[in-house]
């Protein structure tokens, strides 16, 4: 199973920016990461088969995720970014595949 990100970059504080992952196989939930320089990873969001969503406090009311099945692709769609947002995004497929990670860098 493959898991490629994108949609990082450089963006100013209060922009947005859409993240991509689609997985080479269909999956039950994807899960975003988030690791900030010289931190570890921390949830940041989660999809399930089932509906089921997941949003870390700091980013409630920001960040939405989202599912294309019939593309096997999530979407975190991040507004009102800040610069705290920075680091790279990582999915995490079905407890199991990690993907290269996509950079998020929110600066002036």
């Known amino acids: 199973v493959q898991l490629v990100e994108s949609g990082g970059g450089l963006v100013q504080p209060g922009g947005s920016l859409r993240l991509s992952c689609t997985a080479s196989?269909?999956?039950?939930?994807i899960e975003w990461f988030h690791q900030a320089p010289g931190q570890e990873r921390d949830l940041v969001a989660r999809?399930?088969?089932?509906?089921?969503?997941y949003y870390r406090d700091s980013v409630k009311g920001r960040f939405t995720i989202s599912r294309a099945n019939r593309k096997n692709t999530v979407y975190l769609q991040m507004n009102s970014l800040k610069p705290e947002d920075t680091g790279m995004y990582y999915c995490?497929?079905?407890?199991?595949?990690w993907g290269q990670g996509t950079q998020v860098t929110v600066s002036s």
């Open positions: 999809i399930t088969g089932g509906g089921i969503l």
């Open positions: 995490h497929m079905d407890g199991s595949y």
């Open positions: 196989d269909s999956f039950y939930a």
